[in-house]
């Protein structure tokens, strides 16, 4: 098996602990590869590997991993309403002044949802403005309904402020999950540019996977106006961040475990699920003497 196979070998074993089969444009846009493979090669390569690969309807798998055509299908259905209900949200709060940038995170990204599944979202905001932020997107989820926090009862299409971080955090950690997180970000909306720059902060990327982070993808663009500016200005000079920041705190406190709560940056889940991931990577790796 060459390098390439390997490549190809390893981009399966990865999109597998998702339960995710991957078409061929797929799998070339997520190949996990430093060096750039055109893709006439890349397509002849494919179609005659002899890595222990399996295809069915244009879908290709691990062997014994037939079934996910079918999880892949239904997901792809459920999915898109989600979609279709978590659109109209951000239109909502893409009107918050200090939102530079939303995206959707996580399963529903990659069209992989199961039918209870929240919602996760990635924001970036103005800098020193993350706990207004969070405070005023809280609000108007409430107001719709539409908010999950850990008391909710039904999941299913609720928000989940799964990450917010200021413009000077966009330079994110370098490692294949994390690359594999900003590849698939869904971008709703973005202000002043902010999608363009948080892909160029985050240039790394193509360390892992040489040809990820092409920006061809349609979302809500805007650029700051005079309103956004004043309001902005308003809240840092009457110190709203110290404000909602300590009221936020003081209901969160009880239960932060392993949660990152910095001025900076929010990271409020409480599983690393990408060290997790990495480590039974690392182990794939080694069964298949990659």
């Not at 106006?225 to 110190?239: C, H, I």
């Amino acid at each position: 098996m060459d390098s390439r196979e390997r490549a190809i070998l390893k981009t399966l074993l990865y999109s597998n602990f998702f339960d995710y089969p991957l078409k061929e444009e797929e799998i070339y846009k997520f190949l996990i590869v430093e060096q750039k493979i055109g893709k006439k090669e890349f397509h002849s390569l494919l179609k005659n590997i002899k890595a222990p690969v399996k295809s069915n309807e244009d879908f290709y798998f691990l062997p014994g991993r037939n079934k996910l055509v079918k999880i892949r299908k239904e997901r792809a259905k459920i999915s898109l309403k989600k979609l279709q209900k978590a659109e109209k949200i951000i239109k909502i709060l893409a009107f918050i002044p200090t939102i530079e940038l939303i995206g959707i995170s996580g399963a529903l990204s990659m069209q992989n949802c199961e039918k209870d599944d929240d919602v996760d979202i990635f924001v970036v905001t103005k800098k020193g403005l993350v706990w207004t932020t969070r405070f005023l997107m809280v609000i108007f989820l409430r107001m719709l309904g539409v908010y999950r926090n850990k008391n909710s009862k039904d999941y299913s299409d609720k928000i989940c402020l799964n990450m917010l971080l200021d413009e000077s955090q966009m330079a994110l950690e370098k490692n294949l999950y994390i690359a594999h997180e900003i590849t698939q970000l869904l971008p709703l909306f973005a202000r002043d540019n902010a999608y363009q720059r948080f892909l160029q902060k985050n240039n790394w990327v193509k360390h892992f996977m040489v040809n990820a982070l092409k920006d061809d993808k349609q979302y809500l663009k805007k650029n700051s106006g005079v309103m956004d500016d004043v309001l902005t200005f308003l809240f840092k000079f009457f110190a709203f961040e110290k404000i909602t920041k300590l009221l936020q705190l003081n209901y969160m406190k009880k239960d932060i475990t392993n949660e990152i709560v910095r001025n900076d940056i929010l990271r409020l889940h409480p599983f690393d699920y990408g060290s997790r991931i990495l480590r039974n990577y690392s182990q794939k790796l080694k069964e298949f003497k990659i």
